[in-house]
């Protein structure tokens, strides 16, 4: 397996060669085999046309650090002195290299996990993934889609402010650059009576109807 400055090398230089569709998914399915979420995220990789090769980002097996302390005052000081093709910036390249950002993650605490936000955290690099102009911020990510797969233990209409995961993602899409965010959800898998493998199976079936489309 690649290293991540290593892979993100090549996805350079697939990039100026233009011949390979790159698609990064970021899997934040926490509760592993049991997770819904990931049956969602996998039959919609399972669907994805060929032509793209799939490079994943397993969020629980990444050394992933909230920005604090010398952690954060080490990052200050590389964007300082301007130092981003630091190793510790390769996440933030290959987020910004990639044709297609698949982000799956559960629904928690009216929002997604933690880790998912600092993996954010850490990718938010100025000149790599977004810039800012006199015009305000500039997203410097190349993905024409980025598309959101989750479930969630109760249902939430949309616009009810309880759901902060799908917005939250709307603005990261604007300030990272992807030119559209598609969201498949599975709603109230955890309500009384709920069919949740029913549930599963018909989020599932949209997932790959949207993945067969790109
Ligand atoms: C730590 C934690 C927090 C959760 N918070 C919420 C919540 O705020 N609202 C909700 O509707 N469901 C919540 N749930 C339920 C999950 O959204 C639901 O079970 C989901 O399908 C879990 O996805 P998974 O099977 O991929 O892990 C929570 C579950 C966990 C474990």
């Known amino acids: 397996m690649e290293s991540a400055k290593e892979e993100s090398r090549l996805w350079r230089r697939a990039g100026t060669e233009g011949a390979v569709k790159r698609a990064l998914y970021i899997d934040c399915c926490i509760r592993g085999k049991q997770s819904r979420t990931r049956k969602v995220a996998e039959a919609f990789l399972a669907a994805l046309p060929k ?9 629980m097996r990444e050394d992933l650090r909230p920005l604090s302390g010398e952690f954060f005052a080490g990052r200050e ?3 300082q002195t301007g130092k981003i093709d630091d190793v510790r910036f390769d996440r933030a390249r290959q987020l910004a290299a990639a044709d297609l950002v698949v982000i799956a993650a559960p629904f928690w ?5 933690a880790l998912l936000k600092i993996y954010i955290e850490n990718v938010s690099v100025e000149g790599i993934t977004f810039r800012g102009t006199e015009e305000g911020l500039r997203g410097l990510c190349r993905a024409e889609r980025c598309v959101f797969l989750t479930t969630r233990g109760a249902a939430y ?9 799908l917005p939250y993602l709307r603005a990261i899409q604007k300030f990272f650059g992807f030119g559209a965010l598609d ?13 949740a493998d029913a549930l599963v ?4 079936a949209r997932a790959a109807a949207l993945a067969e489309t790109l």
């Open 109 to 113: 605490d009216m929002s997604f996990p």
């Open 157 to 165: 209409a949309p616009g009810d402010p309880m759901e902060q995961a």
């Open 183 to 195: 969201c498949v959800a599975a709603d109230g898998l955890d309500l009384d009576g709920a069919d």
């Open 201 to 204: 199976a018909e989020a599932c």
């Open 51 to 59: 032509t793209w090769k799939v490079t994943t980002v397993n969020l």
């Open 77 to 79: 000081e590389l964007l």
